[in-house]
């Protein structure tokens, strides 16, 4: 019996928010925050951006209603017409090109799809042809409408499957699982957000990638606060101590629960399944929203 | 025949530079003037695809030979359509090095790494 589940009115809903749930490093609790805070709430979607290693479908479950292939366009060469003018070499910014004797190399997972070889090409040796990346998914998990992206094997240039993943434009609360990371693929995926929670394990380690992801919010002008993971009252957490130093707000303080991992290893959410992570992610939900609505508020900014 | 080896420094006694695409310079060592000349290595920079653009300047250079740690497969694969030979380096000096293939004590590279295509 779930007679938890969205007994609790999200009293600011109908007011469009997008969160961006990051970290520096892998395995702090993205997916357990950004799939539990989608749950949670009476209406939102959750778009995994981790298309590298995308696991919230693990989670949600989701009944899959559209999948479309995302594709980049490559340069492709007809030797036939290449004279080895090397017009294309030089002027490649990402050196995704090669001309050894009369043999044009090109190197597509360095390629960047800018088009300049191809444009540039006076014989018309080379030609762009749109190549598979990796596919983006459309579906729903209850109340929870659910995207994620994944990047086929072999790709290394994930970007514009991101790009993809967040063209569209969605109402009331976006949820967006980041990559892990501070790096062009977790740049793109919090781009569009109106708020970043930094999710921070408290370990050396953690407080060392919460540095650099805060580092980049900051850069993006991002507002921003931080939930300290796996906390034990009696140790010390270093995430935490940053987090006080450097006047980085503390959204929520999550404890040390095996539980948890238990629940994770069964593919089963936690707001779904026990009471008091329902209170507590709809809790986060709230301070979230309401700090948003602040850092909107050029009235309260601090 | 042209041997090239990732230098640290510009100097027969520098060391050997544990890095291909990104190593300062090459020295290119001519077997036949037994002469040595050293090349800046102007993909060092390069914001990716260093190991590329270094095989390619290598290659323009005629080389034959190259010693090397440890090899990226985008610069294998410039190197493998010249039909250049790839060496694995020793833990000594670009001389030293030199010495060791003309006495026949250095063996074929056997693997290469997927490379680090880093700026993403």
Redesign the interface.
């Known amino acids: 019996m779930l007679l938890w589940v969205k007994s609790t009115p999200d009293s600011t809903m109908g007011t469009d928010l997008t969160v961006a749930v990051l970290s520096g490093k892998g395995g702090t609790g993205k997916t357990l925050v950004s799939v539990n805070l989608a749950a949670v709430a009476q209406k939102a979607t959750y778009v995994d951006c981790d298309v590298e290693e995308p696991n919230g479908h693990l989670f949600f479950k989701p009944t899959i209603l559209s999948s479309r292939v995302v594709t980049v366009p490559k340069p492709v060469v007809d030797q036939s017409l290449c004279d080895g003018c090397r017009i294309c ?1 030089e002027a ?10 009369k ?1 044009l ?1 090109v ?1 597509n ?2 390629c960047h799809s800018c088009g300049l070889c191809t444009t540039l090409c006076p014989k018309k040796a080379l030609t762009e042809v749109e190549q598979p990346l990796g596919v983006v998914r459309q579906g729903r998990h209850g109340t929870v409408s659910f995207e994620d992206g994944i990047l086929d094997i072999g790709q ?4 514009p499957l991101i790009k993809a993943l967040l063209k569209k434009k969605h109402k009331d609360l976006v949820v967006i699982d980041s990559p892990p990371g501070s ?3 977790v740049t793109e995926a919090i781009l569009g957000a109106d708020y970043c929670l930094l999710v921070a394990e408290p370990t050396r380690f953690g407080a060392h990638n919460l540095a650099m992801v805060h580092e980049l919010v900051q850069i993006l002008g991002k507002p921003c606060a931080v939930l300290l993971n796996k906390n034990e009252e009696s140790a010390s957490n270093p995430s935490k101590e940053y987090a006080l130093a450097h006047n980085l707000s503390i959204a929520g303080t999550l404890p040390y629960d095996p539980k948890l991992a238990a629940l994770a290893s069964e593919g089963l959410i936690a707001s779904e399944e026990l009471g008091h992570y329902h209170a507590y992610f709809s809790n986060l939900l709230e301070t979230i929203r309401k700090e948003a609505a602040d850092a909107s508020d050029p009235h309260t900014q601090r | 025949m042209i041997i090239a080896i990732p230098a640290e420094a510009n100097s027969l006694d520098s060391a050997t530079c544990v890095s291909f695409g990104r190593a300062p310079y090459y020295c290119l060592y001519n077997t036949e003037t037994e002469s040595s000349t050293f090349m800046t290595n102007l ?1 060092a920079d ?5 190991g ?2 270094a ?2 300047d290598l ?1 323009d250079q005629s080389i034959g030979t190259l010693i090397t740690f440890r090899l990226g497969e ?1 610069a294998a ?2 190197l493998q ?2 039909e250049i030979a790839i060496l694995k380096a020793l833990n000594l000096s670009v001389a030293d090095n030199i010495s060791a293939l003309q006495e026949g004590k250095l063996a074929p590279l056997g693997e290469v790494h997927p490379g680090f ?1 880093h ?2």
């Open positions: 070499t490649c910014a990402f050196n995704a090109l090669a001309l050894i004797g043999q190399l190197f997972e360095v290394s240039e994930a970007v790096g062009c693929l | 993909a390069s914001a990716g695809g260093a590329i653009q095989a390619q290659v985008n694969k410039v359509a010249a295509h700026g993403h």
